[in-house]
């Protein structure tokens, strides 16, 4: 939300346009009315944001993380209790061709644009 408030906060209001530019980046494809309708929703959440505007901020410590989390990371050498054995990663899938999830080439070409397929290995 934060990117979308720092693009648009300088116009007054989005036009259509602005809506289907983010859905681009989002990777989605809209209608004319649905544009509409975000463009309307979005309208409204900016100008929920720009009350915020108003609040007396001064003395207040600016936040850049919000979990108390700590040294999520742990040293070399130890053992990384969180790491799932492959047993464990397929468990619920049908769709896995030797320690690999099989997915449909529609998939990859939605994720990486200018793939243009592998080539298996002849049996």
Known sequence: MIIFYNL????????KEDVFRLARLAGLSLTDEEA??????????IAYIENLN?????????TFQTTA???IFFN???KNERLLD?????QNTKNKEGN??????NVIKNVYP?????????D
């Open 8 to 15: 648009f906060m300088k116009k007054k209001s989005l036009t």
């Open 36 to 45: 509409e309708k975000y463009r309307t929703q979005l309208e409204q959440t």
């Open 54 to 62: 108003e609040l007396p901020t001064d003395g207040v410590i600016p």
């Open 69 to 71: 989390l700590a040294n």
């Open 76 to 78: 070399d050498g130890e």
């Open 86 to 90: 492959l047993l464990a990663v397929f």
């Open 100 to 105: 690999y999830f099989k997915v449909n080439s």
């Open 114 to 122: 200018s793939y243009s397929g592998l080539q298996r290995k002849a």
